[in-house]
């Protein structure tokens, strides 16, 4: 069987083989507006020396402070392009929240492992385990007593029986008036 010679002049993958998907490489490929890369070509020259700083702004028809802040703008592009990247894959939200629960969930059984661990210890040397404190509101904040909630009904049968004790045989009205009781004649 015949092996098939790596073409010298082919582009080369990462690992050195020649990569069959690869095109064209280099400034052809970059993508972007053509506005931004007759910019990026303008900042390039005036950096490298083949233009002025006067001769780069006047090339863009904009003033030296604009160009300057262009160039800034440019310069800090590459920086953070060229930043190291991590490797692997990202971490996806949904992959942190379920490693969060999974997390959560771990701590809590083990809480509840500590807690019988120390009441099995308390139990062993006749210990009585000690009195939750009361909760409380928000810390500082003073509430008031609550007064015990009766029904309205509870309030209505005692009105009613301390009234039968008393009773009398006047009308739920009260006593008859007559308009001479009360000054009308």
């Known amino acids: 069987m015949r092996t098939k010679k790596p073409d010298p002049e082919a582009p080369r993958a990462r690992g050195g083989e020649p990569s069959a998907k690869r095109g064209a490489v280099g400034a052809a490929t970059l993508a972007g507006s053509r506005e931004s890369k007759r910019i990026a070509a303008v900042v390039l020259e005036v950096l490298s020396g ?3 700083t006067g001769d780069g702004a006047a090339a863009l028809g904009i003033g030296p402070s604009r160009y300057y802040q262009l160039e800034l703008r440019a310069l800090q592009g590459m920086i953070e392009a060229l930043e190291p990247r991590s490797r692997g894959p990202k971490q996806r939200p949904e992959t942190a929240i379920a490693t969060l629960e999974r997390d959560r969930e771990r701590l809590l ?3 509840q492992r500590s807690q019988a661990l120390v009441r099995l210890a308390q139990r062993s040397i006749g210990l009585t385990p000690p009195v939750p404190p009361k909760q409380r509101g928000r810390p500082g904040k003073r509430r008031r007593p609550m007064t015990p909630m009766t029904p309205r009904s509870v309030h209505v049968v005692r009105a009613l029986q301390e009234g039968a004790e008393g009773a009398t045989t006047e009308p ?7 308009g001479a009781d009360r000054g009308v004649a």
């Not at 739920?172 to 007559?178: D, F």
């Open 50 to 52: 083949l233009r002025s």
């Open 109 to 111: 059984r083990e809480l």
């Open 172 to 178: 739920v009205g009260g006593p008859e008036t007559t």
